[in-house]
């Protein structure tokens, strides 16, 4: 699926849906990840992720969780970011796992909630796709950090075994061994 296609999509989706509005209050927590991916300031973003991986506890998983929430949105300038870090640097898991939330998340609402016999072809198909690629980003993300809540958060909620690949169960005991969470 093309670039364009994709931005099309995420301008779509955002125009129905509504994109996500960073709170103007300062004491949200949210805001300077939200302005530093708005300015396309990868080093501010990378450095409140791992702020946040530093955080003792369940803290921790908390806020790393949240942070990564951002990116289930359709928003073009959220689109455009994470297109932009995954290329230049495309060996760091952080910017994988972004573009897996947002093409699964991207993927949910292309399908719906209805049945899947009452679901247009068409929608079906960007379904598969998207889930493709979104697959396809999450198991960059794991190869290179197996020790991710949210890459494993992710994998448990995708919906196949993907051939070559852990089986899911396999994932979370690994996790759940090395890095206990709840």
Do not use: C
Request: aromatic share 8%.
């Amino acid at each position: 699926m093309s670039s364009k296609l994709l931005f099309s999509l995420s301008l779509s989706l955002s125009l129905l849906f509504g994109s996500v509005q960073s709170s103007e209050a300062e004491d949200d927590p949210l805001h300077p990840f939200f302005a530093a991916i708005h300015v396309g300031d990868v080093a501010s973003v990378e450095a409140l992720l791992g702020s946040a991986e530093e955080l003792a506890g369940d803290a921790r998983f908390e806020r790393v969780r949240v942070l990564y929430s951002v990116f289930n949105v359709a928003d073009p300038r959220i689109f455009d970011f994470v297109g932009a870090w995954v290329e230049a640097q495309p060996e760091a898991a952080a910017p994988h796992l972004a573009k897996a939330k947002m093409l699964h998340s991207m993927a949910l609402r292309v399908r719906g909630e209805d049945l899947s016999r009452f679901t247009y072809p068409e929608a079906m198909n960007m379904y598969d796709t998207l889930m493709s690629q979104a697959a396809e980003e999450v198991w960059r993300a794991y190869a290179i950090a197996p020790d991710n809540v949210v890459t494993v958060d992710l994998i448990m909620s995708m919906r196949d075994r993907v051939p070559g690949k852990p089986d899911r169960m396999e994932v979370l005991a690994k996790i759940m061994e090395t890095t206990p969470n709840w």
